[in-house]
Nanobody
């Protein structure tokens, strides 16, 4: 399984970015996590294998939207109203199996290389 994330960059507070992640392998649930310097990697958003169900961390609800294009084996993370606290390395990931808690880091077996998101004031 390979995951390739892209779309990070530098953006001003209040701006938007869209991350994408193409993944090979079976259609298990997928998610986005992020890690800021000196902090633990934390859950951001996840989507079920079909794309019909989404999960969000409280800190991003109403601002971020996760979506999935099963035909392209790609997930997206639309990030709006970005704040300084959103600055982090963002990682896409694929779950180990079906029917697992997609909000937990331990549920994921495959990780892509991170893409940096930096929000400036």
């Amino acid at each position: 399984v390979q995951l390739q994330a892209c779309g990070g960059g530098l953006v001003q507070a209040g701006g938007s970015l869209r991350l994408s992640c193409e993944a090979s392998g079976k259609d298990y649930g997928m998610g986005w996590f992020r890690q800021a310097p000196g902090k633990e990697r934390e859950f951001v958003a996840a989507t079920s294998w079909s794309g019909s169900t989404a999960y969000y961390a409280e800190s991003v609800k109403g601002r971020f939207t996760i979506s999935r294009d099963t035909a392209k084996n790609t997930i997206y993370l639309q990030m709006n109203s970005l704040t300084l606290e959103d600055t982090a390395q963002y990682y896409c990931s694929k779950a180990k199996v079906y029917g697992i808690d997609l909000t937990q880091k331990a549920s994921y077996a495959y990780w892509g290389h991170g893409t940096q998101v930096t929000v400036s004031s």
